[in-house]
């Protein structure tokens, strides 16, 4: 008996890590959302629905394991599944981006680089194994099956309630009007560090993003532009980066844009270009900013479109 009573404990454990790491990968969702888009595996309207599913059956699993539901039939399957589902794209991931940044297996709240991440999921694994040799959890009969269906509904809705899907941001930044200001890019010219930004970025239609290296909102946009970047290198992107030289080597080990151009800019002449929301991205058509864009709202199609105009 205190055989079982120990293994139900250990099993419940492992349930609270798997809903620890659903809910701590909501809030910010959109990295998460980024890995799909990045893999392949859905395009950008598809991967919040994507990432949401996942993130219910990570919820559904912790369920099940806490309250020893359906362990052998289902719940341990599943957990196994998952896991090996993660441990391949933390493989993927070490081959071509190596041991960098933030894996995401537990949001940005606990950041972990893909090789502790492949650890940890390995040990879950070996703990998983000797739970489904030797504890198969209580015998409640047919309100097992009642109280899994239960948990299954609950997990399937909680990413939607809790973080919902919006389908209409992306077409709002090209729908409102230009805002047509100039940006004073001779202030860019005259104070970067690190690289000279080209004279080109006042000729033509270029996306001017400014960020710090310590914001995390700006680490999502950098992710997302990256991904943008690759499937489409036409498309112009300029980073202008604001932080101590120190905070560099972290922001591209996490973000993977060390490719874009870049460069520094610090202090006063940051300010005045990028104000003190970040990151602040720019629609820059010949130097006059056309649309000042929330990085939630970047979408690749709607740029595309902006760029042909």
Not at 178 to 198: C, F, H, I, Q
Not at 232 to 243: A, D, K, Q, R, T
Not at 277 to 306: C, F, K, R, T
Request: hydrophobic share 50%; charged share 20%; with cysteine.
């Amino acid at each position: 008996m205190l055989k079982k009573i120990l293994f139900s404990l250990i099993c419940a454990l492992m349930g609270a890590v798997f809903i620890f790491s659903a809910y701590i990968k909501l809030y910010p969702i959109e990295p998460f959302e980024l890995t799909f888009v990045d893999l392949g595996i859905g395009n950008w309207q598809m991967a919040p629905f994507i990432a949401r599913i996942l993130i219910a059956t990570e919820f559904l699993i912790g369920f099940a394991l806490l309250l020893n539901l359906l362990l052998r039939k289902v719940t341990y399957k599943l957990s196994i599944g998952i896991l090996v589902f993660f441990c391949m794209y933390l493989v993927l991931q070490l081959i071509f981006q190596g041991n960098k940044g933030n894996c995401g297996c537990f949001g940005t709240a606990i950041a972990m680089t893909p090789m502790q991440a492949l650890i940890k999921n390995i040990i879950m694994l070996a703990i998983l194994g000797v739970l489904y040799k030797f504890h198969e959890g209580w015998n409640m009969g047919k309100f097992s099956k009642y109280l899994f269906i239960v948990c299954f509904l609950a997990a399937a809705a909680l990413p939607f309630i809790l973080n919902p899907v919006e389908l209409d941001y992306s077409k709002a930044y090209l729908n409102k009007p230009e805002d047509n200001y100039k940006l004073e890019l001779d202030s860019l010219y005259n104070n970067a560090k690190l690289n000279v930004p080209p004279k080109t970025l006042s000729e033509g239609k270029h996306i001017i993003a400014f960020m710090s290296l310590t914001c995390p909102h700006c680490r999502i946009a950098a992710k997302k532009i990256r991904i943008m970047h690759e499937r489409n290198p036409e498309i112009s992107f300029y980073f202008v980066l604001n932080g101590d030289d120190e905070k560099l080597k972290p922001f591209f080990d996490d973000t993977h844009t060390d490719g874009i151009p870049h460069c520094m800019l610090l202090g006063r002449p940051f300010v005045y270009l990028a104000g003190t929301s970040m990151p602040a991205i720019y629609l820059v058509n010949n130097g006059m900013v056309e649309h000042d864009v929330n990085y939630i709202d970047l979408d690749q199609g709607e740029i595309e479109e902006w760029m042909k105009k």
